[in-house]
C-alpha cells in the first residue's frame, strides 16, 4: 500500500494553483456567499426584455446575452469596473436596500453614436471620462434596465427600483463596504458591430428579505402573476386535436400458439358483456367505461369514471338501455 501525502495537490493542478483554489473557496466560504439560483432565471428572462425596451423605447437595436451570476465583494466590484464606465444607483424602497448599474465605456460610447446619428465603429470609446450629456442621456437606459429588472423580479416578490444618482465607479465606490458580498449579472450587449456590456451589482444584504424565494428553484410553480404566457398554451391545447383510442381487453397468449393461427381459428379473448373499456390518449389511459348499442345500432361508450378513480359495479340493465 502506498502511503499518499494529504497536503499533496490535486491530481492536474500544481502546488500554487492548488493553494489558489483553496484560497478561493476559503475566501467565498468567509465572504458567506450563497448561490441564488432563481436569480439566473430572473436575468435570462430579463435579457431579451431589455433588449426589445432599447428597441421600442431607445431606438437602439441590440443582442443582449446573460451568461450567469457571478459573487464577489463590492471592493472587488468596484475594482474590476471600466474605469470610463457610467455607474448608478437605485433604491429598493420594498427591500430597504440600494443596487447599483454600471455600463462599460465601449455600450456608453456605440449607444451614443446611434442615437445621435452616427455608426457605431468598435474599438473607438475614448478613454476619457463621460461627459454630463452622456451621462444624462444613458439615465434613460438606466431607467429602462431598472423597469425591466422589476418586472421580472416582480414573478417572485413585489419589486421596485427608483434611480437616483449617475456618478462614476470612484463616485459610486463609498455606497457599500469594501467587503460587502454582491451578485452581479454581467449582459453582454451586441449593438452594431460594437460589443459592450452592462452590470447589474446588487448587495446580498439588500436580497435578504427575498433570499429564500432566490435560494430554490421552482420547478412548475408559478412564478408570478403574468398569466399571458398560460392563456396563450391554453388557448392552443382548446384548439387542438388529439387521437383517443378504446381498448376493450387485453390477453397474454403465447408465442407458439399464435405461431398456429390460421383462417378459421376462433380466438377467446375471455371478453364479458360488462367489460370495462379503457380510453386511452398517447398509451395513457385517461378514462373508463362501459360499451353498448346505440337505437342506431352503433356501439357507444358510456364514461364511468376517470383514471385514478375506483371502479364501480354496473347495472348489465343500464347498458341495454344504451
Given at each position: ?59 437602439l ?9 457571478t ?18 444607483t ?38 476619457r ?31 421596485r ?39 447589474i ?103 364511468e ?18
Open positions: 500500500m502506498e502511503d499518499t501525502d494529504p497536503h499533496a495537490p490535486a491530481p492536474g493542478l500544481t502546488a500554487p494553483q492548488t493553494r489558489l483554489v483553496e484560497e478561493e473557496i476559503i475566501a467565498k466560504a468567509s465572504a458567506g456567499f450563497q448561490p441564488l439560483p432563481m436569480l439566473d432565471v430572473i436575468f435570462s428572462r430579463m435579457a431579451p426584455a431589455t433588449a426589445a425596451s432599447f428597441r421600442a423605447r431607445a431606438s437595436l441590440t443582442d443582449i446575452r446573460f451568461d450567469r451570476t459573487y464577489a465583494c463590492w471592493g472587488e466590484v468596484v475594482t474590476g469596473m471600466d474605469p470610463h464606465a457610467i455607474c448608478a437605485a433604491q429598493a424602497p420594498e427591500w430597504n436596500g440600494a443596487i447599483a448599474l454600471s455600463m462599460d465605456s465601449e455600450f456608453v460610447f456605440a449607444a451614443m453614436e446611434k442615437l445621435t446619428g452616427g455608426i457605431p465603429v468598435p474599438g473607438a470609446a475614448p478613454a471620462a463621460p461627459t454630463g450629456i452622456e451621462r444624462e442621456t444613458m439615465r434613460h437606459l438606466f431607467r429602462l434596465i431598472l423597469e425591466d429588472l422589476a418586472t421580472n423580479m416582480s414573478r417572485i416578490a413585489e419589486a427600483f427608483s434611480l437616483e444618482a449617475v456618478e462614476s465607479p470612484k463616485e459610486i465606490g463609498a455606497i457599500h463596504g469594501v467587503n460587502t458580498p454582491c451578485a452581479i449579472a454581467r449582459m453582454e450587449v451586441r449593438l452594431d458591430d460594437c460589443e459592450g456590456s452592462f452590470s451589482i446588487i448587495p446580498l444584504r439588500t436580497l435578504d428579505p427575498v433570499q429564500e424565494r432566490l435560494s430554490t428553484m421552482f420547478l412548475g410553480d408559478k412564478l408570478g402573476g403574468d398569466t399571458s404566457w398560460r392563456d396563450h398554451i391554453a388557448g392552443r391545447i382548446t384548439g387542438s386535436s388529439v387521437v383517443v383510442t378504446a381498448r376493450i381487453h387485453e390477453k397474454r397468449i403465447p408465442l407458439a400458439q399464435i405461431l398456429g393461427w390460421k383462417r378459421g381459428t376462433q380466438i377467446d379473448f375471455g371478453i364479458l358483456p360488462d367489460q370495462e373499456v379503457t380510453v386511452m390518449c398517447s398509451g395513457i389511459p385517461i378514462l373508463f367505461g362501459h360499451a353498448g348499442r346505440l337505437k342506431s345500432g352503433n356501439i357507444a361508450l358510456r364514461v369514471r376517470e383514471a385514478g378513480e375506483p371502479a364501480e359495479p354496473t347495472d348489465p340493465e343500464e347498458l341495454e338501455a344504451l
